[in-house]
């Protein structure tokens, strides 16, 4: 799945006939800039918190709780990037470089 982004094997696959350049590099370009969004807000958000904190079995509970709330919402958004990076993004430009005609398999 990995390297030929397909749900099920077949012997043979549906093949487009050429690959659309300036797609490839849009896709290309939103996945740099995904993967940026993501490291700014690691860098910006949950580093900054993570070092601030105390290991949770040395604190009381409650400063526990606050930890992981403050976490939670850019925690939240670095997960929906990593999805739209890995499964919109890095699968759809696979399948375009392999050609593979039943690329957008989602869609009605």
């Known amino acids: 799945f990995m390297m030929a982004p397909t749900l ?6 549906p093949r487009t006939t ?3 350049k300036g797609w490839v590099i849009g896709q290309l370009v939103k996945l740099v800039a995904f993967t940026g969004l993501m490291g700014f807000i690691i860098e910006q958000y949950i580093n900054p918190i993570v070092q601030n904190s105390q290991h949770p079995l040395k ?3 409650l400063n526990a709780v606050e930890r992981v709330l ?4 850019p925690t939240l958004y670095v997960w929906l990037c990593m999805f739209y ?15 593979f005609g039943d690329r957008e398999f989602y869609k009605d």
């Open 18 to 20: 050429c690959i659309r």
């Open 8 to 13: 099920c094997y077949q012997p043979s696959y």
């Open 85 to 99: 990076c890995f499964f919109h993004l890095w699968l759809n430009i696979l399948a375009e470089l392999l050609c």
């Open 59 to 61: 604190g009381n509970f």
């Open 70 to 73: 403050k976490l939670s919402v």
